[in-house]
């Protein structure tokens, strides 16, 4: 199984600060097809996990721009520029290219 | 807009099946993206469990120790999760998702006698 290591497991920001998140896979992601098959998701207090990039960067709809995804291979980031208070929960990596599919182990992200 | 719900008992027995629906509403789950369950124990990690293509397909991951199956009903626009002989590691949010771009609320299921 491919494994997702993601660090750090918990960040503490203040509003407008930015952060970044990293996601580390064991193996390339690049699918047969060349596309790479790594999302981000969102899963804030008491809710069910919203996907917020796919692709590695593609932006699902209604998602702030403040959110942008990068990275190729093995080596993924996630940053959120300028956070606000709704940008807390816990943030995981997904990755879809190998079966099973993933998940990273989260990262907590807390409000100062 | 595509929308989905989980259902399903809340208790079950060890070693008996849990059954699940996923009620999916706004795409026909015959027309396209993957039809997947996805489970969250402890309120942390998060498991893939499987998925059905919108052709019928179906992949498992092969590191569940319950035996698996989904499979659908089109006429109602609903795919389900069978669980079979459970046990107490079973025990956690059961998530439906649509190409991971929308998911259900959950429904949390626990076994115990």
């Known amino acids: 199984d491919v494994v997702m290591t993601q660090t750090p497991p918990s960040l503490s920001v203040a509003i407008g600060q930015s952060v970044s998140i990293s996601c580390k896979s064991s193996?390339?992601?690049?699918?047969?097809?060349?596309?790479?098959?790594l999302n981000w998701l969102l899963q804030s207090p008491g809710r069910s996990p919203k996907r917020l990039i796919y692709q590695v960067s593609k932006l699902d709809s209604g998602v702030p721009d403040r959110f942008s995804g990068s990275g190729s291979e093995k080596d993924f980031t996630l940053k959120i520029s300028r956070v606000e208070a709704e940008d807390l929960g816990v943030y995981y990596c997904l990755q879809g290219t190998h079966l099973p599919l993933t998940f990273g182990s989260g990262t907590k992200l807390e409000i100062k | 807009q595509m929308q989905l719900q989980e259902s399903g008992p809340g208790l079950v027995k060890p070693t008996q099946s849990l059954f699940l629906t996923c009620s999916v509403t706004?795409?026909?789950?015959?027309?396209?993206?993957?039809w997947i369950w996805i489970r969250q124990s402890h309120g942390k990690h998060l498991e893939w469990m499987g998925y059905m293509t919108y052709s019928g397909e179906t992949f498992y991951n092969p590191s569940l120790k319950s035996p698996i199956s989904i499979t659908r009903e089109t006429s109602k626009n609903q795919f389900f999760l069978q669980l079979n002989s459970v046990t107490t590691e079973d025990t956690a949010m059961y998530y439906c998702?649509?190409?991971?771009?929308?998911w259900g609320q959950g429904v949390m299921v626990t076994v115990s006698s």
């Open positions: 706004g795409f026909s789950i015959t027309s396209g993206y993957y």
């Open positions: 998702a649509g190409d991971f771009s929308a």
């Open positions: 193996q390339s992601l690049v699918a047969s097809d060349k596309n790479t098959y």
